[in-house]
């Protein structure tokens, strides 16, 4: 099977994505990565005046794909709130235990590598080379032009998508104390987030409910090894 890969900027894949990629290359499949290069914008408001930017850019974002309030949805922490500082700080600490946790991940092998500034123009190039299906890797809200793509877009999602959405289910679960609430869904991505079709989901027990680290490299471990069970979550 052609595997499309979708990333963005110029980076490595984290040491997670790097052990996914590589089980798929040792199944025989062939790797083509779509890199999204944006062009660089101007520096956004800071302090303040940037957290109520981007959490009204947030909220409109998600009426449009969802069609009711994000206010009411848990898809991420209040940065007005909780601060960037802090949310930076939680991510490097997730992005370490990692790289400790997938040690010695080697680079995928990629049989090509495409480069475009936009969406459209990715899209364009990378459809030129016929994907069976494309595969959705840090690389942000995925555009209309990629998800019309032949055989679609699919990605995971730490949690179970018909319930709590976005980059910090496994935060909300463990700090809501909802064990139920930890599990990965195989899911073809629409122009929502994380309200796609389900195409399979994994639970895991109440043993990884040990903290938002724990929670978090449980995760990853259940998706880098697949066994997903057919159907939709809870």
Not at 123 to 132: C, K, M, S, T, V
Not at 137 to 156: D, H, M, S, T
Not at 165 to 180: E, K, Q
């Amino acid at each position: 099977v052609r595997i499309g890969v979708l990333l963005r900027g110029e980076g490595p894949p984290s040491a997670f994505h790097r052990c996914a990629l590589t089980r798929l290359s040792a199944e025989g499949h062939e790797l083509v990565a779509a890199r999204w290069v944006p062009s660089p914008r101007p520096d956004p408001p800071s302090g303040p005046a940037r957290w109520r930017l981007k959490l009204r850019r947030n909220l409109r974002r998600v009426e449009r794909a969802t069609g009711r309030s994000g206010a009411q949805g848990l898809l991420y922490l209040p940065e007005h709130v909780v601060g960037r500082k802090a949310i930076d700080r939680l991510w490097a600490r997730v992005a370490r235990a990692q790289e400790a946790h997938f040690a010695g991940a080697p680079a995928p092998r990629f049989a090509r590598e495409l480069r475009a500034p936009t969406q459209r123009e990715l899209a364009a190039r990378l459809g030129a080379e016929a994907p069976d299906l494309s595969v959705q890797l840090e690389f942000g809200l995925v555009r209309k032009p990629l998800l019309e793509l032949e055989g679609g877009v699919v990605g995971w999602h730490h949690g179970p998508n018909t319930l709590v959405r976005g980059l910090y289910s496994p935060f909300w679960a463990v700090a809501r104390g909802r064990p139920d609430w930890l599990g990965v869904t195989l899911q073809r991505l629409d122009p929502g987030i994380d309200t796609g079709a389900a195409l399979g989901y994994r639970a895991l027990d109440s043993a990884a409910f040990a903290g938002f680290l724990a929670a978090h490299l449980a995760l990853d471990e259940a998706a880098r090894t697949g066994r997903f069970q057919r159907g939709e979550p809870i």
